[in-house]
């Protein structure tokens, strides 16, 4: 996996400028190496670059897409989004849960069986905003909203298991959703479950999910699995249009006055992207499915660092969350005025300081995790 470190800038910096000189797209006026990654003034005469992106098979305006989260659960805060300038909105997630709990209680009302529902159902949070139901308030979002945006709206389902809860994707597609994320958060809490079962039940939903809709689905993935790569591989073969990366477990903390477990929530900050950045360096140009990152953006250059990396689009929710909708526009022009400064088109940067497509990404991720031990021995010697 592959950090960004000066001499990387400096060999990308060059090969870009090698293949200007060779009459590619490639600007051969590139400032200094070293000063690649700087804080950019936005600047309103940057607005003409064309940040056009295609995601999933989508066209966006430009590759920043509001990942799923609370500014989307009302047609205002859509709207807002839209105004503030990202490129593509993923809206809050319908659980898997929440759904087979309203199919339940559905059956219960024809059946009057109680003992339909599942226990496990009790455990988890689940408040209708009406009568009709959180699906019934999700679809009809969907078609509120979609109509009225400039930009495409994804619905989110949040699932783990393979079953009919499913079959709700294809309603979201047809209350007008340009495509569907699917958030596969599955944690194997007992002992026995092997590593294959759990690859195998993501590569199962998905095929499942592909199989109702005809619009996109992007999965959303944890990082956690023995081999990322392959499961990444095996869900691009399984027809994944978008691979999101990553998922961010919310880790319960324990407080130590009060000796109990707390839900322990917090915004993400910047050194988190360095997980899913590594890993879609890693992943590009070799999977068919687009790449999107997710987490840790709060800024231009964490924007622009996923891109060196090879994202084709950059999802943020904390940044959003901490500055208000508007403050994507004012990504957006950072991006801009970072591309212009570097005379580089949003093409010739996307995966400029990914892995090369030729090289051997294990023995490129072990060289770089022994040569980055070894300069920080130097660092910290004695
Ligand atoms: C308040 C809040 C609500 C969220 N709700 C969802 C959700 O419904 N579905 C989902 O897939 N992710 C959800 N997320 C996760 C975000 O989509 C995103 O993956 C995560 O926050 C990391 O990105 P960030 O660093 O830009 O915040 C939520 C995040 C926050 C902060």
């Known amino acids: 996996m592959v950090e960004f470190d000066p001499e990387a800038l400096q060999a990308a910096a060059e090969s870009a400028r090698q293949k200007s000189a060779m009459g590619s797209n490639a600007t051969d006026q590139l400032a200094p190496a070293g000063s690649l990654l700087v804080e950019d003034e936005p600047s309103g005469r940057d607005r003409a670059t064309d940040l056009r992106t295609q995601y999933m098979g989508l066209s966006l305006r430009n590759p920043l897409v509001a990942s799923a989260g609370p500014l989307s659960q009302s047609l205002d ?28 209680r559905e059956a219960e009302l024809l059946d009057q069986s109680t003992e339909s529902f599942a226990e496990a159902l009790t455990y988890f949070p689940i408040e209708p905003s009406d009568e009709s139901g959180l699906t019934h308030t999700y679809l009809k ?16 389902l949040n699932g783990s298991t393979k079953g009919e809860w499913s079959n709700t994707a294809r309603q979201l597609a047809d209350a007008g959703a340009a495509g569907i994320e699917l958030n596969i958060y599955y944690v194997p809490g007992d002992l026995t479950t092997t590593g294959r079962s759990v690859e195998d039940r993501y590569v199962e939903i ?14 959303k993935l944890s990082p956690y699995f023995s081999s990322f790569g392959e499961m990444a591989r095996r869900l691009d073969e399984a027809g994944a249009d978008a691979l999101v990366l990553f998922n961010r477990f919310l880790q319960p903390d324990i407080d130590l006055n009060q000796l109990t477990v707390v839900s322990g929530f917090e915004l993400s900050n910047p050194d988190e992207a360095k997980l899913p950045r590594s890993w879609i360096s890693t992943l590009f140009g070799r999977v068919n499915a687009s ?41 957006v022009d950072g991006v801009t005025s970072w591309l212009n400064r570097r005379q580089l088109t949003l093409q010739q940067t996307r995966g400029m300081l990914a892995v090369p497509v030729d090289a051997d990404a294990a023995e490129y991720a072990r060289s770089g995790y022994v040569s980055g031990l070894e300069r920080a021995k130097r660092t910290y010697a004695q």
């Open 141 to 156: 979002l969907i078609e509120q909203a979609a109509p009225v945006i400039d930009v495409p709206l994804i619905a989110s």
């Open 206 to 219: 998905v095929t499942d999910v592909k199989s109702k809709v005809s619009v996109p689905v992007a999965v």
């Open 77 to 104: 805060g859509i709207k807002a989004l839209s105004e503030g300038g990202v490129g593509a909105i993923v809206m809050y997630s319908l659980f898997e849960e929440q759904i087979r709990h309203e199919s339940a």
């Open 291 to 331: 790449l999107a990152a997710t987490t840790g953006v709060q800024t231009t250059q964490d924007i622009v660092k996923y891109l060196l990396a090879g994202a084709d689009v950059v999802m943020t929710t904390a940044a959003l969350v901490r500055n208000g909708p508007s403050y994507a526009g004012q990504l």
